[in-house]
């Protein structure tokens, strides 16, 4: 019952007057409690290393208080445990990146690129939030790419329909992605195309692909996330990708994830 309760106060702290009352970043917690021990469960359980961005980042940035201060008070991600014992983690993990995703949402709401999105739009029929940097784009059959276009920290994302059905598993999504990737995201010279370097499939709903792209026989890399979602007559795949060679990739990512689901 404990833990139940203190999942339910972080969500109403955090989730209260998010714009008028928050400090911190996003993806920072702080933990509130006097017990060294319990201060290191909390670094070690909401802070484990997402392994599936090329150099592994933190889930969150955890700063753990000895003492409540008004500062504190006013974060955005709060656990406080002065009065309470430790949390089930795992659970207290998601609802966190949950209110980290709605935050996201909430942000693009405001600041999406409303022609780019009105695009998506016409092209596949669903409705997409398109972050505002992404001005460029490149259309295939059944394709549609766009891009920030800068040449570091560039953002991409893009949308294909497949057939219905013909990815099940990590296999069928990695022998289609790479052959869609093959014919619509070539490299400088010939023979260089994006291809898949790793692929793992995530729990939970959507259907999502996690892993790290590549450019065939270059040296260029980085993260991607893809949502799979079934249609009554087709497979529509929301991917992003990033290429950020010089330096961390989580917030980027978790920024632009915010798009596809």
């Known amino acids: 019952m404990k833990n139940i309760l203190i999942v339910i106060a ?55 208080l000895k003492q409540m201060d008004a500062v504190a008070k006013r974060h955005r991600n709060l656990v406080d445990l002065t009065k309470n014992d430790a949390p089930n983690w795992t659970q207290l993990r998601k609802e966190l990146i949950t209110k980290e995703r709605q935050r996201t949402r909430e942000y693009l709401e405001k600041h999406h690129n409303k022609t780019t999105s009105e695009m998506v739009k016409k092209i596949f029929g669903i409705e997409m939030m398109v972050p505002e940097e992404m001005k460029k784009s490149k259309q295939g059959k059944d394709f549609l790419w766009l891009s920030n276009g800068t040449a570091t920290g560039m953002t991409n994302l893009c949308i294909y329909t497949l057939p219905k059905g013909c990815i099940t598993d990590e296999k069928t999504f990695k022998t289609m992605r790479d052959s869609v990737m093959e014919s619509n995201i070539p490299g400088e010279h010939d023979g260089v195309y994006m291809s898949t370097y790793s692929v793992h499939e995530t729990n939970g709903t959507p259907k999502t692909f996690r892993g790290l792209w590549a450019m065939k026989d270059d040296m260029m890399g980085g993260p991607y996330c893809a949502v799979v979602e079934e249609t009554k007559d087709k497979t529509i795949v929301k991917e992003v990708f990033v290429y950020a060679p010089e330096g961390k990739k989580r917030n980027i990512m978790r920024r632009i994830e915010g798009a596809i689901f």
């Not at 070690?44 to 753990?64: H, M, N, Y």
């Open 10 to 64: 972080v969500i109403l702290i955090t989730g209260c007057s998010l714009e008028k009352r928050e400090t911190g970043g996003a993806w920072e917690v702080v933990v509130v409690t006097s017990n060294d021990s319990l201060g290191q469960v909390a670094k070690d359980s909401l802070g484990i290393a997402d392994t599936l961005l090329p150099q592994p980042e933190p889930w969150f940035d955890v700063t753990v």
